[in-house]
């Protein structure tokens, strides 16, 4: 074949179709680059076999800085890890905020923490095995009011309604404290909506006991600590808070935080106010009749001899 045939040929073979067959892999064209490559290991700079396990309080740590994750799942699982490893004292303000918390899930674990394990405490019985002691809640205790009373509050009927829970493991473990500092006319106040639905019966009974009563009882004839009952009064009330019934630093107002200046508030203006909200929703119950107005009624009568006590005077 002469030169002018050959290249004749070549232009051509440019232009020829290709048959292609069953099973016969395509030619590759001559610009093909292959990419593939073969590696005999693979290195991790991070990873190590003698790093040491994270220690119980760096995890402690690591789930309390989850309490604020936006995932409610990421936070109840956070709560159930600290219900088997109590932080310390110095979290209650991380904890605490969980009590308006939009997850029913979560608030019941932060009572089972708050409670010992209990996922309803008794308003009357003492928590068993109690992640905090009444020093710990009581050195936190206005942010604790703020909480619990703003959820007696909330828009929310399953935050109201829980909100009532708190309440009653904050009086089993602060007892008079939590009605002072103006905790007893926003308490009262707050309850009026609550006992209108039927709940926190038995909490606003403990809690009018506690405000009128006042002082530190006496468990079981004892010693309270191994200290009088009046020595526990001004060890469990700092400053001068412990003498502020005495009319020292100014004019106390109406209500003071003395069990007497409570009582003295339910006959003021917006204490009889509050006290006829309260017994209107407490006869309506009774009228409704069952569990509830049995309970109601002893409510009631509790309300009722409360106010009675000053007027008798």
Known sequence: MGSSAKKKAEKAADFKKTKLRV???AKKP????STSFRAKSIVLSTQSLHSAAPSEASKITHHLS???HHASAIRKESLAHLVSHPPPATALPKLLPLIVDTSAGVRKELLRLLSGGEAKPDATTAPSAAAFSPQDIIAHLSLLRLYVFSAMTHIDPDIRRDAVLFLSW???VAGVDMVEEGGWRRGLRDFVGIVETGHGLEALKRFIEVGVKGGVEEVGGKLVDGLH???VIHVRRVGARAYAGLGLFGECEEGGEDAEGRRRWLNTAEGREVVKGLERALRGLLKDGGEKGRVG???LMALQNAAVEVDGK
């Open 297 to 299: 009624g002893r409510v």
């Open 66 to 68: 989850l309490l604020s």
């Open 170 to 172: 904050a009086l089993t």
């Open 229 to 231: 009952w009046s020595a």
């Open 23 to 25: 099973g016969k892999t």
């Open 30 to 33: 001559d610009n093909f680059t």
